[in-house]
């Protein structure tokens, strides 16, 4: 009993009620997403202060409860996170405007792509089109309708095709600099040689050499396994109703924001500037009008300036709901309990068996809140801090294990992922509306998904092996001795 009074924040009965506000969000996170198939940030946002308030009825210092909540949520962390978000919302709407996609079937088509070859580049196409808009969900209900169609009438295995849509939507979310998954997993690393959290273009720079090879093996795999269909009659005119060149043009506000993320450091920076140049090319090559941007439609205001920041708040106030519930768990002690409990066990007192720690918790966290990467990195990313610290680990190594691992197989189990869910329910209307295509199950589906199962293997042989593990020097500096 004196050991739990030290904390602020009290329950009745057992401090282990500080869970509540966690465990409800779960429950909220099963019942959306795996039983009734319904991807809503909004909703999970709800089921996070529908949390909070309950767990408030079991505190017994009901004020220090709201204080540790109030605390958590105006973090530096989670304030961060919050306007980064916010920001790169319009970036993210831009490009989905903008006919990427389009650009892609007329370069495909121009080539001469068909069966395997063309599931090959849906594949490199999903990547760069996700790392250049950092939004998977939107890669899966943009890029679906028009490069799935046309692949199926090159010749592509329906499978296989959907699987490579699916790996590169997640390709782009473990990657992207805008990604609300690498945002999340970069914030709530911490350097201890030094003030702040890890920063993205590091981070970024880091995982790279990761994901192109898991990228690469997976390349292999489309090609050689993503043909066997056949090529449809009246192919041609469908394809030249789904292509524009101009497409293609706006990857140029990509490279201009991966240039200025890498060279500054400065996330800000790289948005605006990505933003700047994508309304500069889009204007000027005719891919959108002004009234794209931001403009007054049936008395209501649009564009995506404004469609791309209302879009991230349902994420940000589910990010809120989220650290307000972490605040609770570190001022009542429950947070510290749960990290020393973890650390005491024999696979904690090495850093190989702390990084496979980091990995089975990123997992088992991303399957209990159904696939959700964001979700889990969020929940799962304090522990992994605290965990991988005690080992000295560099953040940028701490950051990677936790987002690898959760967009590995726990991101497209077939009978819980959000993505898998997604991906089905885009594919069926054009099931309905097509007498070409056929139904995919989710099973299907996931046996195509190769790059998220070859991203396990290869984070695997990482950690085993000891390949490229660093750890944290003076001030910052990444070092592969560990001077603790």
């Excluded at 009825?57 to 961060?80: P, R």
């Excluded at 991966?258 to 790289?270: E, G, M, R, W």
Aim: proline letters at 3%; a neutral charge; charged letters at 10%.
């Amino acid at each position: 009993m004196k050991e739990q009074k030290k904390y602020p924040v009290e329950f009745r009965g057992s401090q282990l009620f500080a869970f509540i506000p966690m465990i409800i969000f779960l429950i909220f996170c099963v019942v959306y997403f795996v039983i009734f198939k319904v991807f809503d940030m909004n909703a999970l946002a709800v089921g996070g202060f529908v949390g909070l308030l309950v767990g408030a009825l079991f505190a017994k210092t009901y004020d220090e409860y709201w204080n540790a909540a109030l605390g958590g949520i105006g973090s530096s962390t989670s304030v961060s996170i919050v306007v980064i978000l916010l920001v790169i919302g319009m970036f993210t709407k831009l490009m989905a405007v903008s006919g990427v996609s389009y650009g892609f079937v007329w370069l495909a088509y121009k080539i001469g792509m068909n069966g395997g070859i063309f599931t090959g580049f849906t594949f490199l196409a999903s990547c760069l089109i996700t790392t250049a808009t950092g939004s998977s969900i939107g890669t899966l209900s943009t890029v679906f309708p028009i490069l799935y169609p046309a692949g199926i009438l090159m010749g592509g295995n329906p499978a296989v095709l959907s699987g490579a849509i699916l790996s590169g939507a997640i390709f782009g979310d473990n990657l992207a600099p805008i990604s609300d998954v690498t945002i999340a997993s970069t914030t709530n690393q911490r350097f201890r040689t030094k003030e702040g959290n890890a920063d993205i273009a590091g981070t970024v720079g880091y995982r790279l050499k990761y994901a192109l090879t898991a990228g690469a093996l997976s390349f292999v795999f489309f090609v050689v396994l993503g043909g066997g269909g056949t090529t449809q009659n009246g192919a041609e005119e469908i394809l030249q109703a789904n292509m524009d060149p101009r497409g293609l043009i706006m990857l140029l506000p990509v490279i201009c924001l991966l240039l200025v993320s890498i060279k500054t450091q400065n996330i800000f920076k790289a948005v605006t500037t990505g933003l700047v140049s994508g309304i500069m090319i889009g204007v000027a090559s005719g891919a959108f009008g002004l009234d794209a941007i931001l403009s007054i439609q049936d008395g209501n205001a649009a564009g995506f300036i404004y469609t791309g920041f209302t879009g991230m708040i349902g994420i940000c106030l589910f990010c809120i709901a989220l650290f307000g519930a972490m605040g609770i768990l570190e001022k009542s002690g429950m947070m510290n309990q749960m990290i020393q409990s973890i650390s005491d066990s024999p696979f904690a007192k090495s850093a190989r068996g702390a990084e496979l720690l980091i990995a089975a918790g990123s997992m088992l966290t991303t399957v209990l809140v159904g696939g959700v990467t964001s979700a889990s990195v969020l929940t799962f990313g304090p522990v992994a801090d605290e965990l991988g610290a005690k080992h000295n680990i560099h953040p940028y190594r701490r950051a990677n294990i936790l987002t690898g691992f959760a967009n590995s197989f726990p991101a497209i189990l077939p009978f819980i992922s959000a993505f898998i869910f997604i991906s089905v329910s885009v594919i069926e209307p054009l099931v309905e509306e097509s007498s070409y295509l056929t139904a995919v199950t989710p099973m299907q589906i996931f046996s195509g998904a190769f790059y998220p199962m070859l991203l396990f293997v290869v984070l695997l042989i990482s950690i085993l092996s000891g390949w490229d593990r660093i750890y944290e020097g003076e001030d910052g500096k990444i070092t592969k001795i560990n001077n603790k």
